[in-house]
């Protein structure tokens, strides 16, 4: 692939993920931080279990920085947590039905937004870079 086809294809990536983000921000729901929202994503995306010890090390910060998204996240009922039965020290961050009813509205949001770009309908993005 040429670099010239590359930029064309993260432009269009950047478009993408901006037609979601807005469509987000104009909706109801959460208006989550960038990290709240990988942390989310880790924990659906990625099989389980998932740690606190186990987050801080995958985004490369300290555990108590993914403590309080989890106190977010958790307060808006998008994740659990609960100790570990096996070993009291870990925490594990669980999945909610209402989170994945967060990420299959996001994931609406996405497909909303790849469909306005193929029909051409974005072009907010045509004096970037």
Same mark, same amino acid.
Do not use: T
């Given at each position: 692939m040429s670099g010239s086809a590359r930029g064309d294809e993260t432009r269009q990536l /950047?478009? /993408?993920?901006?037609?979601?983000l807005l469509a987000s921000v104009k909706g109801s729901g959460p208006d989550l931080s960038t990290r709240q929202m990988t942390i989310l994503l880790t924990v659906y995306l990625d099989d389980p279990p998932h740690t606190v010890r186990g987050l801080a090390a995958e985004l490369g910060v300290a555990k108590p920085v993914v403590t309080r998204a989890l106190d977010t996240l958790g307060r808006r009922g998008l994740l659990k947590r609960r100790r570990d039965p096996a070993d009291r020290r870990n925490v594990l961050v669980q999945r909610t039905v209402k989170g994945a009813v967060f990420l299959s509205e996001f994931e609406d949001l996405i497909t909303r937004s790849r469909l306005r770009l193929d029909d051409g309908a974005d072009a907010g993005l045509a004096d970037f870079g």
């Open positions: /950047l478009h /993408l993920w901006r037609g979601a």
